[in-house]
């Protein structure tokens, strides 16, 4: 479960974002459908964490953003759920989303030349902090 | 907010040294010197890492004969040690299928790799890089900004043309230059020497055209006993990178 | 709305064929091949261009000894004509300078060459691509949908395992592929015609390795002269590309 | 004058978004400041092109965006005003407005690694099609 390394990322980027500002009373975590994260394990790891930090209170509020493409070559549009992806090739994309382009390609026209318009990794969408 | 960035000095924060080997001139001896330059210094007894960010055309998994290696995932990705590397490329995670990433998700799977990659303690991570002078060399340059470049250059104006217009645009970077090694020279005499005095950085020597290196080609110990692999130990040592 | 998009396929009505010399692997000598191939077909009376699309390493202008060449601006920028090849090169613009692209403004500026350029009414025009597989390559099939691919590999299981990774790109962007050409081979064998025959592309023949040509970049006389030119020309009568 | 080949670009880009429906009214075209356009030149070679098509009657409008500029490395923002071009540079950006990478380089920390987040080229904005 790399999604440890993960989980470190959003607590440096909490911390960073916040400076000194006191405790963390919520993070939003917005988790693109590609990267297929497991979302017990994230939660898991951000709690271990937070431990000793400003986010030892913090609640973590998870979002998952559905995958979205959109062909470059001929304008289609299509979601995750209509491309099929092998067991390995699900774990790279796992890793490193970028590499569903080598994987899937445009139901209309074969093309791996797609924007993935949404739902691609991890991001912080906001964060509130501890009044007072 | 983008998490990665936020940890990836964390990541490579055990690192003491970070080497980009570059050119932007292709088919010039980069993966290849990046790849003999890793296993010298694991030979030399140092603790190194090799990361490939040649996206388009990984080599590294080759040279190293390392075609089926895999990370292991454990709080992150451990990258495979092949004898001695500790060695991370994306061709572990794509087999032999292309890799067609515009520029955007170059950076995007370049921040991604830095943000889940645990090096560890090591005392060299050389970086391999594509030719060009787009997102790899400017992302490099932008997020990893301890690290020092390593010129490759042949004999050719061809190259020569274009690892000058690289030296102009890693000065406007501030990425400090370690100097310029002339691979795959037969002739008697060249202009590397006198073109790198004009640009003001060190010319660290020539290495021959090898005609045994393609058959040592995934084969550690093969490559590590050629002709080439000699020059370029002295010449390395020479430049303050072996000891 | 973009008005070049708009533009791009009347700049191109008079031009019959489009061959674009592409690798995935640099250093194979894309460069090469593709002003020699310019140079053979003006010889041969064909009407020919040669458009440079390698932004960060252009060599096409080195190799054809047109440093000094520029555009002429009328109606749009007139490429000047160099050893009867019309040329055209980001270099007549940029000079020695880098041209530190991101993958967008790659894109741009090969929409805006494309939109800008006259060619006039050619037989062919040669594109030579830089390496990897980012905008250039992916652009180029959704732009030029006419164009067709001229494959180049050296021997090394290095390039081998990238071209590889390019015929199954090409295939999935449906971008006919002419034929491999091998270039600088050494040794008496090679995969390469078995490699080509697995990948379902046609293999167009082997290059020698030519000691002569370094001396004779930059002169269109002397590069014609070369038994590489002679060599190329005969591949390229088999491919149906010269007559 | 290059401009005529940007002109043909507009005419073809109106004919191909208007389709046959009838006489275009006005066309309006935001031209980046970087490419400095000579918008005389460009408004002559509109109205020579315009002949005999559906534009005859169009009132082409121009709205000049100033060029912005964004540095990757440290954040600066800056404008074209700030940066000093010789006659050749403005010449190659005026073909190629990305050539600007080679020519201009953040004021604060002399990177040529930025965005031209405004101001970059020629770009239709509306047409507004002749009533009736
Ligand atoms: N000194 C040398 N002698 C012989 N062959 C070499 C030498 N250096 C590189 N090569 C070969 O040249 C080709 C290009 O080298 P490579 O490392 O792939 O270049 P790059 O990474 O710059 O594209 C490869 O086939 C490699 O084996
Ligand atoms: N058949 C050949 N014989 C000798 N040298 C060659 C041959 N083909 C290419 N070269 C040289 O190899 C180098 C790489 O060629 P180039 O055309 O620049 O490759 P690319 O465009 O694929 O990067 C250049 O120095 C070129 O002069
Ligand atoms: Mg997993
Ligand atoms: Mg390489
Ligand atoms: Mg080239
Ligand atoms: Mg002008
Ligand atoms: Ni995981
Ligand atoms: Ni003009
Ligand atoms: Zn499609
Ligand atoms: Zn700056």
């Known amino acids: ?132 | 907010m983008d998490p990665r960035l936020s940890v990836i000095g964390e990541r490579l924060e055990e690192v003491a040294r970070i080497i980009v080997v570059c050119s932007g001139k292709g088919g010039v001896g980069k993966s290849l010197i990046a790849s003999l330059t890793s296993l010298l210094s694991s030979r030399s007894g140092l603790r190194v890492g090799l990361l490939d960010l040649d996206f388009h055309g990984p080599s590294c998994h080759i040279i190293l004969g390392a075609r089926k290696a895999s990370p292991l995932e454990d709080r992150g990705l451990v990258p495979p040690t092949v004898a001695g590397v500790r060695l991370m490329s994306l061709a572990f995670l794509a087999g032999d299928k292309p890799i067609p990433l515009r520029g955007a998700d170059v950076t995007n799977a370049l921040l991604e790799l830095l943000a889940i990659t645990r090096w560890g303690r090591l005392d060299l991570l050389i970086v391999d890089s594509p030719p060009g002078m787009g997102e790899e060399i400017l992302d490099v340059a932008r997020i990893l900004r301890r690290a020092e470049a390593l010129l490759v250059t042949t004999p050719s104006p061809l190259s020569l043309s274009t690892v000058s217009r690289l030296v102009q645009l890693l000065k406007s970077l501030r990425t400090p230059i370690v100097g310029v090694l002339e691979n795959m020279r037969r002739e008697e005499e060249g202009e590397v020497a006198r073109e790198a005095r004009r640009w003001g950085v060190r010319y660290l020597g020539w290495l021959p055209y090898d005609p045994e290196i393609e058959a040592a080609i995934g084969d550690p110990a093969r490559l590590l006993s050629t002709q080439l692999a000699r020059r370029l130990g002295e010449a390395l040592r020479e430049a303050g990178i072996l000891r």
């Open chain 1, 1 to 132: 479960m790399h999604e440890w390394a993960l989980a470190e990322a959003i607590i440096r980027c909490v911390e960073d974002a916040t400076g000194g500002k006191g405790g963390v009373e919520e993070v939003y975590i917005v988790v693109g459908e590609l990267q297929s994260i497991d979302l017990e394990v994230l939660r898991w790891a951000l709690g271990e964490l937070s431990r000793g930090t400003r986010l030892e209170q913090a609640t973590f509020k998870f979002e998952v953003e559905r995958a979205e493409f959109a062909c470059r070559n001929c304008g289609k549009r299509w979601s995750l759920s209509d491309a099929s992806l092998g067991e390995e090739e699900r774990e790279a994309v796992h890793f490193v989303p970028e590499l569903v382009h080598s994987f899937v390609k445009c139901p209309a026209c074969g093309s791996p030349d797609f924007e993935v318009v949404k739902g691609r990794g991890v991001w912080v969408k906001y964060i509130r902090l501890r009044e007072g």
